[in-house]
């Protein structure tokens, strides 16, 4: 067997050169299964060396294997004589532009992050945030509590508030969500798109009475509904936190599943759209949030292109939705086409994947799986090959068990917390996800890229922004 990788291939053509003085940290690496993971504590941990410009005849790899490393850097030239497997980038066809990579600032995270030391605590907001890192520059928040919660809580649990003239942040934001916020805005060169998603409106505005388990909303309570999105928006600006989008809903579908678990609350594309029709996009529109980018759906694509048409067939509703949002639970059921359709009937609708994570079937965190990293470049690709503009982590950090979660509902992430040996363990999926996050740009657009001869084992993706180029290649 061949060694499988995943490659970035950067070329650019800015001058003067600048090399880079950066020194690559090496993965203080850790086996398990069939790959390794990166140990980090509160003394060491592994960078990413920063790009620099290059003249025209070198270009930078970033590498990561499964055996060894871990996007690690090297600065070549070009060949005079080229050979072996060959591509053209036509930079004149162009497809999507870029909006971002990211994860995920859930209660849960907040837990892990904060159990660490502050030395251990500033090396994993590093990995994620720095230029050493692998720059996410995408960052979803739950408005209030979701099951990566110890508990379901609301911003307003005051029955019949209609008003909400008791709607406040809770301790959970304060402490677990917003300081990591703006740490990592601090930390990093380039701008993080915060986009917000509720789980459930409180319980009292519900059919069910409760948050957790099917229900939808009551219909006397739509515009207090409506105005809570505006409400997070304004307490979260108070702490100087803005955001750039929002959902209508967390995977609405799940509203109407019979014994559901944890916090969720039922629309259909047809009450998606009368909701903020009528109700959600003038509440902000009114309130000064015209240009916050809302996104409908945050749900399976198998309910594409269906949702978006009923939806964006109101012309009213559609003049406030910039997107459409995506989840990957059942992506490997479902053909990535119906992206590509969705986009060919509404191209001046962005596509959004807002929500990713292994270990959600058998509910366990598995250690150095590069199997895990593998699935996630490999529905990065599908999703990028149908012009979806961005991907999405879930919780950048969990424990050894896959939690925090107030309904066991535990899972695998990227970076996984030791709190007791007050260290980390970056996932093979942390790797995977640097190979898009740090070097995809917001603004970069994806263009044709052809082989002179297509070997099936290679997946190649190229993009430009500027004069760089990037070319990703997966070697399967």
Known sequence: MGVRFLIFLIATVLMPFYSTAAIQQDCARKFFNDSFVC???????DTVVPLSPTPPDTFQLYLSTRDFNRLNHTSLLFAKTPSGQLYSINASQTYQEIIGFGGAFTDAAGINIRSLSAPA??????SYFSPTGIEYTVGRV????????????????????????NFSLT???????????????????KEIKLYGSPWSAPGWMKTSGEMKGPGTLLEQYTGSWAHYFVRF?????????????????????SGYIP?????????????????????????????????????ILDDQRFLLPYWAELVYADAKASQYIAGTAVHWY?????????????????????????????????????LGSWSRAEDYINDIFDDLENWVTGWVDWNIALDTRGGPN?????????VIVDAAGDQFFKQPMFYAMGHFSKFLDSGAKRVEITAKASDPRLRVLAFVKGGQKTVIVFNR
């Open 121 to 126: 605590q500033q090396n994993f907001m590093n």
């Open 39 to 45: 140990v980090c504590t509160a003394t060491f941990c």
């Open 171 to 189: 301790n959970e934001d304060l402490q677990l969500k917003i300081p990591f916020i703006q740490w990592a805005q601090q930390l990093s060169k």
């Open 233 to 253: 928006l304004q307490e979260y600006e108070k702490h100087n936190v803005s955001f750039w989008g929002l959902t209508a809903q967390n995977e609405p579908s």
């Open 330 to 366: 059942g992506d490997k059921e479902s053909s990535p086409s119906a992206l590509t359709t969705t986009h060919n009937l509404h191209p001046d609708k962005f596509i959004l994947a807002t929500e990713a994570c292994a270990g959600y079937i058998d509910n366990t965190v598995v």
């Open 406 to 414: 107030w309904v066991n509902n535990v899972v695998d992430s990227p």
């Open 142 to 165: 739950p408005m209030a509590s979701c099951d990566f919660s110890t508990r379901s809580y609301s911003y307003d649990d005051f029955p019949n508030d209609i008003t909400l003239a």
């Open 259 to 295: 014994n559901y678990k944890w916090q969720t609350m039922g629309f259909l594309p047809w009450t998606q759209k009368d909701f903020i029709r009528d109700y959600l996009g003038p509440a902000l529109v009114s309130s000064g949030y015209k240009d916050v980018k809302l996104m």
